[in-house]
T-cell receptor, first 115, second 110 residues
């Protein structure tokens, strides 16, 4: 079974530039998450999708971050404009369903450095 | 507000020793408590998980102890090996919304 795929693996941008990350979840997984992991900290949920609808985006800085999950499969996370404090690893995860707790599978993440 | 508090931040254990990592939570609505293991450059991977209707779960060298009344749970790694050196995260979940602890960096010395 293929895992959660993310690209790119690494990205370096200047502050005020824009960047986009892509995630392809495990086939058949209805729930998709984007997490932000700052160095030395645990992952922090940015947004959770159930199919192509948003379940929770309460911690997404909506003035600069946006995410979409077209057709309930792939997802993109965009930052525009980026700030220095956005430097982090952005993790995508997916799980089979949201009606009861099931394992979340993580991708390898995209390491973003904002200079 | 941090939903899940984890300690210690770092841990050094000799090979063959027992590693113990502790977590505490406040929200009694949480009903799933997984532990994730993360190696450098990799995403977290599920190690072991427990639901609050049991007090202990064991899988190989890994055991979760769960104290519902104290709202605490812990991970015990028996016979710790150098290959166990990684960062460990506890988490708590309700309706598949996961809250992670701050992580424990474990170093098992040969």
């Amino acid at each position: 079974e293929a895992g959660v795929a993310q690209s790119p693996r690494y990205k370096i941008i200047e502050k005020r530039q824009s960047v986009a990350f892509w995630c392809n979840p495990i086939s058949g997984h209805a729930t998709l998450y984007w997490y932000q992991q700052i160095l030395g900290q645990g992952p922090k949920l940015l947004i959770q999708f159930q199919n192509n609808g948003v379940v929770d985006d309460s911690q997404l800085p909506k003035d600069r971050f946006s995410a979409e999950r077209l057709k309930g499969v792939d997802s993109t996370l965009k930052i525009q404009p980026a700030k220095l404090e956005d430097s982090a690893v952005y993790l995508c995860a997916s799980s089979l369903q949201a009606s009861k707790n099931t394992e979340a599978f993580f991708g390898q993440g995209t390491r973003l450095t904002v200079v | 507000q941090q939903q899940v508090k984890q300690s210690p931040q770092s841990l050094i254990v000799q090979k063959g020793g027992i590693s113990i990592i502790n977590c505490a939570y406040e929200n009694t609505a949480f009903d799933y408590f997984p532990w994730y293991q993360q190696f450098p450059g990799k995403g977290p991977a599920l190690l072991i998980a427990i639901r609050p209707d049991v007090s202990e779960k064991k899988e190989g060298r890994f055991t979760i102890s769960f104290n519902k009344s104290a709202k605490q749970f812990s991970l015990h790694i028996m016979d710790s090996q150098p290959g166990d050196s990684a960062t460990y995260f506890c988490a708590a979940s309700n309706f598949n919304k996961f809250y992670f602890g701050s992580g424990t960096k474990l170093n098992v010395k040969p």
